[in-house]
């Protein structure tokens, strides 16, 4: 199983967690209750994290983007604050939280 973290693409709450499966218990240690409703810049390191949303605001602006469907490797902190790996696939979906 993979885990799963899809976040807020609204420009009200970018970056909010809106869910996540239990997998990433194992991975990060935060259960998915610790995480639903915070932004998802609290697991990475500052220097990523003070600018993710800008760059998320830019990255929705685009019509398509480089990194749509691309696997890579990405730091992340985990709840005990160790720096740890994931790979990220970073996949644009439609809203249905608050319909389409």
Same mark, same amino acid.
């Given at each position: 199983?993979?885990g799963?973290?899809?976040?807020?693409?609204?420009?009200?709450n970018?970056?909010?967690i809106?869910y996540?499966n239990?997998?990433i218990?194992?991975?990060?240690?935060?259960?998915?209750?610790?995480?639903?409703?915070?932004?998802? %810049?609290? @697991?990475?390191?500052?220097? #990523?994290g003070s600018?993710?949303d800008d760059i $998320?605001?830019s990255? !929705?602006e685009?019509?398509e983007?480089?990194?749509d469907?691309?696997e890579r490797l990405?730091?992340?902190i985990?709840?005990? %604050?160790? @720096?740890?790996f994931?790979r #990220?696939?970073?996949k644009?979906?439609?809203? $249905?939280?608050n319909? !389409?």
């Amino acid at each position: 199983m993979t885990g799963v973290i899809i976040i807020s693409g609204e420009r009200s709450n970018i970056g909010v967690i809106k869910y996540c499966n239990t997998k990433i218990t194992e991975l990060i240690k935060y259960s998915p209750h610790e995480l639903l409703g915070q932004n998802v %810049n609290i @697991l990475m390191p500052k220097f #990523i994290g003070s600018m993710h949303d800008d760059i $998320l605001m830019s990255y !929705l602006e685009l019509t398509e983007s480089k990194y749509d469907n691309v696997e890579r490797l990405a730091p992340m902190i985990d709840k005990d %604050n160790y @720096l740890v790996f994931a790979r #990220i696939l970073t996949k644009p979906l439609p809203s $249905l939280f608050n319909g !389409l």
